[in-house]
């Protein structure tokens, strides 16, 4: 199967400072692709320049079959339909002075959606991420974090995108709004087909959600592969440091 989204030798520096270093990773249609560090492994600069947010020193970031850097601003306003965030704080992410109506409108009218569907649409977008009708007068700061994560999804898939890169996206949530979200994650992939670029510091978030993993350190890609198969046999010992972090605060 050919991917959706894939990276060739991604190098990324800052000064002196390599953020990443001659990373790459291939991601295919209705899978989860777990990237996985501690704070500083350079997961979120990787994010960054998937999304286009910033370019890259060295590498080829592919959304199919079209290099991501070589687009014209035609081609990457297009492009931006196919990929989408879902950021780690949505209330801080959504426009504070818009309803939920008027957010998910927002992002139907760049789309291209005639405004007579507007409304039907909004409705099902919430359904699609188990919300009522109720909450499409909502403003951002009325939603718990559960509720503004699930907004933000169903802003997200708003475009049918192919891919959707989640950015420590339930690591503001306590355990048992994580699991909701998480599980309305791999209903939508289920869905949808969306293949998930999913970041994150929290191994066991990876573990219940990735079919594959990247586990990165200082920049580098220290392990990769499918994810039952890298947590049950580690070959890196930060993988291992990873791993017995996780038991530990399992533990407490």
């Known amino acids: 199967m050919s991917s959706v989204l894939a990276a060739d030798g991604i190098v990324k520096h800052f000064g002196a400072f390599t953020a990443l270093d001659r990373v790459s990773f291939s991601l295919e249609r209705g899978r989860t692709l777990g990237v996985v560090g501690e704070s500083g492994s350079g997961k979120s600069t990787l994010g960054r320049i998937v999304m286009r947010l910033m370019a890259p020193d060295a590498g080829v970031v592919t959304l199919g079959d079209d290099d991501l850097f070589s687009m014209s601003e035609r081609q990457l306003r297009m492009a931006r339909r196919r990929i989408q965030l879902v950021p780690q704080d949505p209330r801080h992410a ?95 992939q289920s869905d949808l087909g969306v293949a998930l670029f999913f970041i994150s510091h929290d191994l066991a978030v990876i573990e219940h959600i990735s079919d594959d993993v990247l586990v990165l350190n200082r920049g580098e890609v220290v392990e990769s592969g499918p994810t039952r198969a890298v947590l049950d046999d580690p070959k890196d010992p930060y993988t291992r440091v990873l791993l017995d972090a996780r038991h530990s605060a399992e533990a407490i």
């Not at 994580?178 to 209903?187: G, K, R, Y």
Request: aromatic share 6%.
């Open 94 to 188: 959504l426009n504070p002075t818009m309803t939920v109506q008027q957010s998910l409108a927002f992002q139907l009218r760049a789309q291209g959606i005639p405004s007579r569907e507007w409304a039907a649409r909004c409705v099902e977008l919430l359904a699609r991420v188990s919300l009522t009708a109720d909450y499409l007068h909502a403003y951002p700061h009325e939603l718990s974090g559960g509720q503004a994560q699930r907004i933000a999804i169903a802003r997200a898939i708003a475009n049918n995108p192919e891919v959707i890169v989640a950015d420590e996206a339930v690591s503001a949530l306590d355990k048992s709004v994580q699991a909701q979200v998480l599980n309305t994650f791999a209903e939508l």
